[in-house]
């Protein structure tokens, strides 16, 4: 319940404290004293659209707070309103989002002014009600669960198809590539040896020449060699160290000298028989380059160990492709269990609603005549609807006046008419535990006489179990409950101000009176006022 409501320069409010009662509240006031205006700063608290021109002139804030009982204890929701248009929101002093706060209140307090009353013909609004009636929260859990797991993954499966087709549409190409590059037989560190090679091929035979060249420098035919020429050299001088024994050193350098060009020229003729002049080999060999160069062309490598990474990204491609169909396939089966099981949620869910409708239409049917709509007939039509979250279902709320064949309630029924099925679906709900503050912003409006009076007493009966905030400008409707505020307004300082205060005794007899008989208050009105507050 409310307990309490702080509002600070708020249009023509300048600073309110009030404190209410639980049970029902009736607030009355004068047209254009500001009862609207209390209204609007609810509102504001409730989230709805803050404007600039709420702040009273001259000031830079306006803040609006609530105080409310709630099972979890005492919650405090305070929204703070700056000139530049910028507002903050908090719960139990801490800022929030405006969503968060939003959210709260609309478990807090609920708000019904006569433009409300268009909710009924709101066919989601008309299927709250009904799912409310029928308790069935766990039931609409469940299926906007599994509405949301369907959805999830539908989206994962349009994905995953759409990503497949696209690589359908370059699964050819990157099969050819693939293949190609794998029948290339790649193998790193290739192309710097095969280029050698080709360089030695393709010169094999100038090698040999220039080979030959220095072996025949080494050897000259018909001559003695340089080998034996140094094998001479150490004699002579091995003979010489005889006689000088620092000489023996210089025979055993010439013999490594002579052993060294032998070696040297052991290998040189060998590398002299084993060159390859074979055109075929060379043919070969040039063949295998090309095909490299034009693969790193093709691929813009620069190296053969990039052209197997290539080679690996094409494969990837491939063998994605046969990922994403199994993963289409998975996600196929997986939707056909979520369809099922979302399916099985409306079926459960459509049943309690068409259990809870008859009951649900009799209940607000018995309240239409108790409201002096004795011929009136109320139906609740469930129709099947495109699947949602709220499952397949959509309803219809069917009156009819006269209590003939009941047409669509947003076809056919009065601004009178609407007020007392409103207030007549709001008093069947009111019974059900947890339900916010109500207020009424003269829900009344187009009834009078007993009519009113009933209405008061339906909002008085409301009132015995949770607390009922009820604007009105009906006496009938304001002689009830025992909690009784007045919305007034005063000059001061060239400016209105709106305040309000609670009454009784005297001062509520005064009120109501005005009520029933304007400014001017008689004495038959002070005594109708007498009587309709001792009747309750």
């Known amino acids: 319940m409310l307990r309490s409501l702080h509002i600070r320069n708020y249009i023509l409010i300048d600073s309110l404290d009030i404190k209410f009662p639980e049970g029902l509240v009736i607030i009355t006031g004068q047209t254009g004293a500001g009862k609207s205006i209390l209204l609007g700063a609810l509102g504001l608290l409730a989230g709805e659209?803050?404007?600039?021109?709420?702040?009273?002139?001259?000031?830079?804030?306006?803040?609006?707070?609530?105080?409310?009982?709630?099972?979890?204890g005492l919650r405090i929701v305070r929204r703070v309103l700056y000139s530049s248009g910028r507002s903050r929101s908090f719960i139990d002093d801490c800022p929030v989002q405006l969503q968060?706060?939003?959210?709260?209140?609309?478990?807090?307090?609920?708000?019904?002014?006569?433009?409300?009353?268009?909710?009924?013909?709101?066919?989601?609004?008309?299927?709250?009600?009904?799912?409310?009636?029928?308790?069935?929260?766990?039931?609409?859990?469940?299926?906007?669960?599994?509405?949301?797991?369907?959805?999830?993954?539908?989206?994962?499966?349009?994905?995953?198809?759409?990503?497949?087709?696209?690589?359908?549409?370059?699964?050819?190409?990157?099969?050819?590539?693939?293949?190609?590059?794998?029948?290339?037989?790649?193998?790193?560190?290739?192309?710097?040896?095969?280029?050698?090679?080709?360089?030695?091929?393709?010169?094999?035979?100038?090698?040999?020449?220039?080979?030959?060249?220095?072996?025949?420098?080494?050897?000259?035919?018909?001559?003695?060699?340089?080998?034996?020429?140094?094998?001479?050299?150490?004699?002579?001088?091995?003979?010489?160290?005889?006689?000088?024994?620092?000489?023996?050193?210089?025979?055993?350098?010439?013999?490594?000298?002579?052993?060294?060009?032998?070696?040297?020229?052991?290998?040189?003729?060998?590398?002299?028989?084993?060159?390859?002049?074979?055109?075929?080999?060379?043919?070969?060999?040039?063949?295998?380059?090309?095909?490299?160069?034009?693969?790193?062309?093709?691929?813009?490598?620069?190296?053969?160990e990039e052209l197997i990474e290539a080679r690996e990204r094409f494969g990837a491609a491939v063998s994605g492709s046969e990922e994403l169909t199994e993963l289409c396939s998975e996600l196929e089966g997986k939707l056909e269990r979520l369809q099922a099981d979302y399916d099985a949620c409306c079926r459960r869910l459509t049943d309690a609603r068409s259990e809870a409708a008859p009951r649900f239409a009799s209940e607000v049917a018995g309240n239409l005549r108790y409201l002096e709509m004795e011929r009136a007939s109320f139906e609740i039509e469930l129709l099947p609807a495109s699947p949602g979250a709220s499952g397949a279902d959509a309803v219809c709320f069917k009156f009819a006046a006269d209590g003939r064949n009941g047409v669509d309630v947003a076809k056919c029924a009065s601004g009178g008419e609407i007020s007392r099925i409103m207030l007549s679906l709001k008093a069947v709900m009111a019974r059900f535990q947890g339900m916010p503050t109500l207020i009424f912003d003269e829900i009344d409006s187009g009834v009078s006489g007993s009519v009113a009076d009933k209405m008061g007493s339906m909002i008085c009966r409301m009132g015995e179990t949770m607390q009922v905030i009820s604007i009105t400008h009906l006496p009938q409707v304001a002689a009830k409950g025992e909690a009784h505020f007045v919305v007034s307004k005063r000059f001061e300082d060239g400016r209105s101000i709106s305040g309000i205060r609670q009454v009784g005794g005297e001062e509520r007899e005064q009120e109501i009176a005005r009520l029933l008989s304007g400014a001017s208050i008689t004495p038959e009105a002070l005594a109708n006022a007498r009587a309709l507050l001792k009747e309750n």
């Open 100 to 304: 968060e706060l939003t959210e709260l209140c609309s478990q807090l307090i609920d708000i019904h002014s006569q433009h409300n009353s268009l909710l009924l013909t709101d066919k989601q609004f008309q299927l709250s009600l009904l799912d409310h009636f029928a308790a069935d929260e766990e039931l609409l859990a469940s299926c906007r669960s599994a509405w949301k797991a369907l959805g999830e993954c539908r989206r994962s499966l349009e994905d995953a198809r759409e990503r497949l087709r696209r690589d359908s549409a370059e699964h050819d190409y990157n099969e050819a590539q693939y293949q190609e590059l794998c029948a290339a037989a790649l193998k790193e560190d290739e192309l710097p040896e095969l280029e050698e090679e080709q360089k030695a091929l393709a010169n094999a035979e100038q090698i040999r020449e220039r080979l030959a060249a220095a072996l025949e420098l080494f050897r000259p035919r018909g001559q003695e060699g340089i080998s034996e020429s140094l094998r001479e050299a150490r004699k002579s001088v091995d003979q010489a160290g005889r006689f000088l024994p620092e000489l023996l050193p210089l025979g055993e350098r010439i013999e490594s000298a002579r052993i060294e060009l032998e070696d040297i020229f052991a290998e040189a003729e060998d590398k002299a028989e084993r060159i390859d002049v074979s055109g075929e080999r060379l043919e070969a060999v040039e063949q295998r380059l090309s095909l490299l160069y034009r693969l790193m062309g093709k691929h813009s490598c620069k190296t053969v």
């Open 49 to 72: 659209k803050a404007d600039p021109g709420m702040i009273s002139e001259g000031a830079e804030t306006c803040v609006v707070e609530g105080e409310f009982d709630t099972p979890e």
